[in-house]
């Protein structure tokens, strides 16, 4: 059976969902296939412990959504809304915590009980990331320009690039440059000298990253983390109701309001083409591992780039260069995702009363900067490391659609792993694992352990396998220097093209992606528009000039 559509968008993760709003609220007839039986890629809320429980499986918080996009998709109308997270709380092994409130008076006094220095330090170090933020921020929502190219519309948005570095002088140009080869550590240590402030601020910058905080560009990461915001308030994050399937649950609906059609459990076995690569090979349309045959002059792929182009096209027809791009493309990062149904809220030794701040925040266990580094260095030398650290947070605290009346869900974002246990299951290894993420947890909040009711742990090799996630990695491919920008995630295809006209790709591994951004899944309708336009402009000029042949890029 063949039908017909205008655009296939393949996966209904964030991004491609966002992808098929936009194109449908501009008119065109789109269909997205999953291959899984929901939507929400990485971005999704089960139910691994019944139906009472709903677990945001993988993604947890929101921040780098753009309000606008909210705005013109309508979210708030289906449902979105995000509950502000509470500020970080980091419970210590000798009894201690540290906290960091919102307001700066509160929040100078927690960091002095671990040194009046840093906390003195600290307005400077935030001031130094919101400057920095203020330049970074906005090449994230760039369509990059093609860096190296000659061709006269390139070297005109190669100029426009700049506008985004006037504002910085001789000193930021070198700040800038630090951020994006230097790390966490590297960054942290100019300003801080306790243990706790260390630890507790080097984890953002190895988030989802194979990298411990001594690595190079490992501060980039942590900047990448703090550039967005929600309700206003800059590098903040939140919870969206219902978990993240809420973020995405609503771009469905409003996809589907515009008229866009949804497929669950639709694999996609092949990109079809037509012509071969020597003469201008060009997308027309995909099969589903059902063997029904979609037509489509344009699609979309949001699958990681290594499903895209090394399985659901056959590599022998694209560019020599594009797929040795695409094969050396890294994706590790050896995270573990600890899912929890709780009988009660966790009582902190070091801060027993109950309080939404602590209870809503963000949770982290993190000694020091020096134990997350020897947790990496484990995991680099083929052991999961002893001591992982953990970003915890409890959605139920303000979300009660999420556990029965009393109860609670707990996320806690755990790293390392070995990146190789992606290649087998390893599920002793990564119970053993979560023994110790939860005992840490009993050290600072006695009783914990008895008030797991379930749990469910989720390593790199079921990232891979159930959410598509090759070898991994949060982010379909590494945030290091070398895959970002103009190199995310092929040189010469960092404008969400591909080597295949009429073939986009706008998942994280793309540039704007990296977290729940949805800025890919935007920027590629400009994309298909923009080209869309072209071609019609060819077409006419085609149909006046005798002979006329049409372009493809
Ligand atoms: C453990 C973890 C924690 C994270 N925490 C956060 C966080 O708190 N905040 C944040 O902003 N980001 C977080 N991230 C990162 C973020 O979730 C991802 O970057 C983002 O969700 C990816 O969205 P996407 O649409 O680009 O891709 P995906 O969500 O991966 O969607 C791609 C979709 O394509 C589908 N697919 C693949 N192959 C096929 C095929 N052949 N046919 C049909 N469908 C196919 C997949 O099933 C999937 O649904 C986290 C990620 C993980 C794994």
Known sequence: MTTSRDVVVIGAGHNGLVAAAYLAKSGLDVLVC????????????????????????????????????????????HG?????????????????????????????????????????????????????????GPLLDEVPPRLGSRRPRDLWRQGLLLRHLRGLDERGVVDVT????????????????????????????????????RSAGTAYVMLHHHIGGVDGQAGAWGFPRGGMGGVTGALAAAAQSFGAE??????????RTRDGRDSGAKVCGVTLASGEEIDAGTVITTAHPQISFLRLLDPAMLPGDFVADIRRWQTRSGTVKINLALDRLPVF??????????????????????????????????????????DICIPSVFDDSLAPPGKHVMSMFTQWVPHRWAAEPHEADLDAYADRVIARMEQVAPGFTSSVLHRQVIGPHRMQEEYGLVGGNIFHGELSLGQMFHARP????????????????????????????????????????????????????????????????
Request: no cysteine; proline share 9%; hydrophobic share 40%.
């Open 34 to 77: 999953e291959q899984r039986p929901v939507v929400g890629g990485a971005a999704v809320s089960e139910h691994p412990f019944g139906p009472d429980y709903t677990v945001t499986s993988l993604s947890y918080v929101v921040s780098l959504l753009p309000p606008d996009l909210v705005t013109d998709l309508g979210l708030t109308r």
């Open 490 to 553: 092929a040189a010469g295809y960092a404008d969400l093209r591909t080597p295949v006209p009429g073939l986009y790709q706008a998942g994280s591994a793309t540039h704007g992606g990296g977290g729940v951004t949805g800025i890919p899944g935007r920027n590629v309708v400009r994309q298909v528009m923009a080209d869309r336009r072209a071609d019609r402009l060819r077409q006419r000029v085609a149909a006046l000039t005798p002979g006329g042949r049409r372009g493809s890029r």
């Open 178 to 213: 630090r951020l994006l080869t230097g790390s966490i550590a590297d960054l942290i240590e100019e300003y801080f000298e306790s243990d706790a402030m260390l630890g507790l601020l080097s984890v953002s910058g190895v988030i989802g990253t194979w990298a411990g905080p």
């Open 349 to 390: 030794a070091s801060h027993p009363d109950p309080d939404p701040q602590i209870h809503g925040g963000t949770i982290v266990l993190a000694e020091s900067l020096d134990d997350i580094e020897t947790a990496f260095q484990q995991a680099v030398a083929g052991q999961p490391s002893a001591m992982p650290f953990a």
């Open 80 to 136: 979105y809304h995000v509950f502000p997270q509470g500020p970080y709380f980091a419970p210590r092994a000798d009894g201690r915590y540290l906290r960091l409130p919102d307001d700066p008076a509160q929040r100078h006094a927690e960091i002095a009980k671990f040194s009046a220095a840093d906390a003195d330090a600290y307005p400077r170090y935030e001031a130094h990331l919101a400057g920095l933020g203020q330049v970074l």
């Open 262 to 271: 949804i497929r669950t459990g639709a694999p996609v076995g092949e990109i």
